[in-house]
């Protein structure tokens, strides 16, 4: 008998080893701070953002 009613269906179950997915908030979440980041580092080395934006003396 290899047919049991009483072993559970494997057809959703990840692959031995794979991470399960991240849910899309996670995803969407870390683009946006990516962006961010990358923003703040653009505007940083392009000096348009940093210590002399005020008018400094």
């Known amino acids: 008998m290899t047919d049991s009613a009483s072993e559970p269906a494997r057809e959703a179950a990840p692959a031995p080893g794979t991470a399960p997915s991240a849910p899309p908030w996670v995803k969407v979440s870390g683009a946006v701070a990516l962006a961010a980041i ?14 002399g934006m005020h008018g400094g003396h």
Do not use: Y
């Not at 923003?39 to 940083?44: A, D, E, P, Q, Y």
């Open 38 to 51: 990358v923003l703040f580092l653009v505007l940083h080395l392009s000096g348009a953002m940093g210590p």
